[in-house]
Nanobody, 126 residues
């Protein structure tokens, strides 16, 4: 059984940092494209960051470039999202996603991922 379990969310002030973790069981993060999406109330789920499986290249949405960093620890079978200089606009539920066959052109599309975590709430106050 495949499980992705996120942790690390919380309530912080603007300018603070958080690190989200996504620990996988039943599959290896080293062989998957790992991604983070987020969904704010009343909005669609949106792409945040991804690390492509084949060579570990990373991709980000424009609004988080320079502030967020996606990484993975293969020994811990865990992916991370380091979020620095958080802004109120970053407030959302953050979801971890994984897929082993996703093609690069679909990396930003939620429909490209077969496995999802339950989400972790990030709230940034101004």
């Amino acid at each position: 059984q495949v499980q992705l379990v996120e942790s690390g969310g919380g309530l912080v002030q603007a300018g603070d940092s958080l690190r989200l973790s996504c620990t996988a069981s039943g599959r290896a993060v080293s062989r998957d494209t790992m991604a983070w999406f987020r969904q704010a109330p009343g909005k669609e789920r949106e792409f945040v960051a991804a690390m492509f499986r084949s060579y570990g290249r990373t991709y980000y949405r424009d609004s988080v470039k320079g502030r967020f960093t996606i990484s993975r620890d293969n020994d811990k079978n865990t992916a991370y999202l380091q979020m620095n200089n958080l802004e109120p606009e970053d407030t959302a539920v953050y979801y971890c996603a994984a897929d082993s066959t996703l093609i690069l052109s679909s990396i930003r599309a939620p429909r490209g991922y077969d496995y999802w975590g339950q989400g972790t709430q990030v709230t940034v106050s101004s």
